[in-house]
């Protein structure tokens, strides 16, 4: 008897279910069946407060695109969202010292996916910067130092640049596109189609997809349940502590060094990827600040 009432109750509340689904609007019906699943879609998004006009037909399509695409790839966009509790600490204060938007941390993340890459370019680091573009920012480029593997200093150097964007185009969106397409890419479409706005513009394929593919990371990143991911603060990856050990000296061999330190020369390296030699020459005695873990080894 109990038995039966219990599934009473249970097929009550599936009818009851279905009525109140059937009796929510279309739109609002699409939010409840989709919410935790890759077909969700927001109802407005921005960039570093600039709204995207998602009542333009093209422009609500090209999210649309990036969005199924990002929460679709499972395995990338879940590893994407583990680094980023390691990387964003490091990224965000520096963003918020020079005056750029918060935002700006998604850029990292579509350029790199927050690893150390290379492109077939020559475009290195999680920000990836071109070895001119990177000395003309500050950075040191050689065979035996490249800082665009720092990521406080080429977060830095990123913000250099975004700040002259922004002051030359009225508009953080413009200034995140140019960071692709080019300050003088993108002021080139600017002057022939005579609009200012980076969603009126027709752009290439790359620099046109380029500011849809931050915005639709900043939305499953910020809510990645909504997209049908399950991830919890148990599987991130956590904040490894570190000192910094201060050298003004060449170092001749980084292995001794490093087990001088109580790591081996793995380790160093993983910590310190700017350090591209088995040695760190030094004949100028610049300082450079060398990273040592405290924990995790």
């Known amino acids: 008897m109990k038995t039966n009432k219990a599934l009473l109750s249970v097929v009550t509340i599936v009818l009851l279910s ?23 879609f927001p109802e407005e998004v921005d960039f570093a407060g600039e709204k995207a006009p998602l009542q333009i037909t093209d422009v609500r399509e090209r999210l649309d695109r990036e969005l ?27 963003l918020a010292k020079y005056g750029v938007p918060d935002d700006f941390k998604y850029l990292a993340v579509i350029e790199s996916g927050l690893v150390n890459a290379v492109s077939s ?20 480029v050689n065979d035996i130092v490249d800082e665009r593997y720092h990521l406080e200093k080429s977060t830095e150097a ?13 508009s953080w969106t413009l200034a995140a596109a140019s960071y692709n397409g080019g300050m003088s890419g993108i002021t080139k479409k600017i ?11 027709a752009l290439t394929e790359e620099t046109s997809r380029y500011v849809f593919r931050i915005l639709a990371l900043k939305e499953i990143m910020k809510q990645p349940a909504k997209y049908g991911f399950s991830i919890f603060s148990s599987d991130l990856y956590a904040p490894i502590p570190t000192k910094k050990i201060e ?28 350090l591209r030699d088995k040695k760190l020459v030094n ?15």
Not at 158 to 170: E, H, I, P, Q, S
Not at 252 to 259: E, I, N, V, W, Y
Request: aromatic share 10%.
């Open 18 to 40: 279905g009525i109140l689904v059937f009796g929510i609007s279309g739109d609002n019906k699409d939010k409840l069946v989709h919410e935790g699943t890759a077909m969700y």
């Open 68 to 94: 199924l695409i990002n929460a679709n790839l499972d395995a990338t966009t879940a590893l994407i969202i583990k680094r980023a509790n390691r990387a964003f600490p490091i990224i965000e204060p520096i």
């Open 121 to 140: 370019a020559g475009a290195r680091g999680v920000w990836q910067f071109m070895p001119e573009t990177a000395k003309e920012k500050g950075m040191e």
């Open 158 to 170: 990123a913000c250099r640049y975004l700040l002259v964007a922004k002051d030359k185009f009225g």
């Open 191 to 201: 002057d022939e189609q005579k609009v200012s706005n980076y969603y009126d513009l």
């Open 247 to 274: 050298v003004d000296s060449s170092i001749t061999d980084l292995t001794g060094f490093a087990k001088s330190q109580g790591i081996n020369y793995k380790i160093l390296k993983i910590h310190n990827p700017w």
């Open 283 to 297: 004949p100028t005695k610049k300082r450079y600040e060398i990273e040592i873990p405290l924990a995790g080894y």
